[in-house]
């Protein structure tokens, strides 16, 4: 955010907004003029004022975000309407996604625990969990979520497939960290395991049905022209190299080695799509299209990785 141009709120007039803002519409109409002028990127499940108005507001009420639109001319109480300005503060002042304000993202419309440990769940693989995954595999039992972070992609598949195991892996121990509250929210930590491992390096040889991988694909450059919101994310979750494809590589190289005769693969590279076809015209990738938007996911059998992997 730039500082020299940027809107702030004022402590004093966050004191004069407690005391007129009475409604949840008020405050959402407020929030949303608050945005509307300020120099805020949405890229963390929101792209408008009145929708980033929403995430922020409504979870600082405490209550889902799917409501009644009756409540909306609900009075709030003075602790609530405090609670709701100082989000709203916050997400103009400091930048920070409203994931982070609140200590919660949803996917696959469920909430998930996120803090700064983690980046902001927000991948389109999101869509394919709700179509079971269809049509590129049947009812998989052996799932691998590589580079799960949160373990939303991990947890939301779990819940998806009741009889299937997951193993969820990520480098970050910190990250670990807020993926075991996730999965412990769910009741499902005898079917996810959480695995501390980089990539395939620590990973026991087993055969899966499927390998979902979210791994970091965001370019050196990219990085560096990156909005705060994002600048508030583990870099660690984010840089992969000059072209982006640092952890991208390693995984088409080895996943083939770990999915049975009918496995497949799918992975998300982002940006990094026009780098990765760039480094191989000559491989077969799948690319996905996606009704709630999204793009750079692709999808490869065993067949192919193995067909491919004296190129990678």
Not at 22 to 39: G, H, K, N, P
Not at 46 to 51: C, K, L, R
Not at 169 to 192: C, F, M, Q, T
Request: proline share 6%.
């Amino acid at each position: 955010m730039n500082d020299e141009i940027a809107h702030q709120i004022t402590p004093e007039l966050s004191e004069a907004a407690v005391a007129e803002l009475i409604t949840v519409r008020d405050m959402l109409r407020w929030a949303a003029s608050q945005f509307e002028t300020a120099d805020l990127f949405y890229g963390h499940g929101t792209d408008n004022p009145w929708d980033e108005a929403v995430a922020v507001v409504i979870p600082a009420i405490e209550l889902p975000l799917e409501i009644n639109p009756h409540i909306l001319d609900a009075r709030l109480l003075t602790e609530e309407r405090e609670e709701v300005v100082d989000a709203i503060t916050r997400r103009v002042n400091e930048g920070i996604p409203s994931a982070y304000i609140h200590n919660q993202a949803y996917f696959n419309k469920i909430p998930f625990y996120i803090d700064e440990r983690v980046i902001v769940p927000r991948s389109p693989i999101a869509e394919l969990i709700e179509q079971a995954f269809e049509p590129f595999i049947e009812e998989p039992m052996q799932i691998l979520d590589m580079c799960t972070g949160s373990a939303c992609i991990a947890v939301a598949t779990a819940l998806q497939f009741e009889d299937a195991q997951v193993d969820a892996v990520d480098i970050s121990p910190e990250a670990l960290e807020v993926a075991k509250i996730n999965v412990d929210a769910y009741g499902v930590d005898d079917r996810v395991k959480l695995i501390k491992s980089d990539l395939f390096k620590s990973l026991p040889k087993k055969q899966y049905d499927l390998i979902i991988a979210n791994p970091p694909y965001v370019s050196a450059d990219s990085v560096a022209e990156l909005p705060e919101e994002f600048l508030s994310e583990p870099e660690l979750a984010l840089l992969a190299g000059e072209e982006g494809l640092d952890c991208v590589i390693p995984i088409l190289k080895q996943a083939a080695d770990y999915l049975n005769i009918e496995g497949v693969l799918i992975m998300e590279v982002g940006e990094a799509q026009d780098a990765l076809e760039a480094m191989y015209p000559e491989v077969p990738f799948t690319w996905l299209e996606f009704d709630n938007g999204g793009e750079g996911v692709f999808v490869m059998t065993k067949e192919q990785l193995l067909a491919a992997k004296d190129m990678f």
